[in-house]
Every structure is written in C-alpha cells, then in structure tokens.
C-alpha cells in the first residue's frame, strides 16, 4: 500500500507561479513512477508529468517548458513546480504512484488561475 497526500493548491493570478508537493508513504520503495494529473469537470484525467526511479521526465505538450517535476527521495517527497500559469491550467490536480502493476492515487489539490 502505498499513501500520496498532495498539498500547495490555491488561487493564483495567471502569469503567477505555484509549487504542488506530493508526500509519499508506506511501501514507497517499490514506487517505479510517480506523476502529476490534472482534471477538469466533464472532461478525462489528464497526465501532467510523471518522473520514473531513474530520474527521466516526460511532460504534456501543453505544459512543457513550463512545469518541473521533481522528486526527493531524502522526503519520499514529489513536486510540481508550475510556472508561467495559465486559466486553463485551473484543475484538481492527483498526484499518481506507479507499484508494481498497481495505481495509487493522493486526494487532489484545486489550482484556479484567475485571468
């Protein structure tokens, strides 16, 4: 089992920056992939980023130069560093962890860019 708790969420003027923080515990040693997926009403979760256990990242198209993602392991800790917002970034954002086959999923952060 593994327990994701995401925080950082909040209202943020667009062109502004925020950093979303996903905490990880319980079997984290067995975590391959961890990632960021955002949602807006009616419409599918979608992948943000996602960063394996070696380190390579993959982004989506529209958040690419825009967004880091990193990880610290010292922390069992992930992060979304979200710059140069946009309103259509508004979204619940899950973090997403990858064990052995299985997908475990955080509660979700709200992030509203206002225009």
């Known amino acids: 089992q593994v327990q994701l708790v995401e925080s950082g969420g909040g209202l943020v003027q667009a062109g502004g920056s925020r950093r979303l923080s996903c905490a990880a515990s319980?079997?984290?040693?067995?975590?391959?992939?961890m990632g960021w997926f955002r949602q807006v009403p009616g419409k599918q979760r979608e992948l943000v980023a996602h960063i394996i256990s070696g380190g390579n990242t993959n982004y989506a198209d529209s958040v690419k130069g825009r967004f880091t993602i990193s990880r610290d392991n010292a922390k069992n800790t992930v992060y979304l560093q979200m710059n140069s917002l946009k309103p259509e970034d508004t979204a619940v954002y899950y973090c997403?962890?990858?064990?052995?086959?299985?997908?475990?999923w955080g509660q979700g952060t709200q992030v509203t860019v206002s225009s």
């Open positions: 997403n962890a990858a064990v052995a086959g299985l997908e475990y």
């Open positions: 319980g079997n984290i040693l067995r975590i391959n992939v």
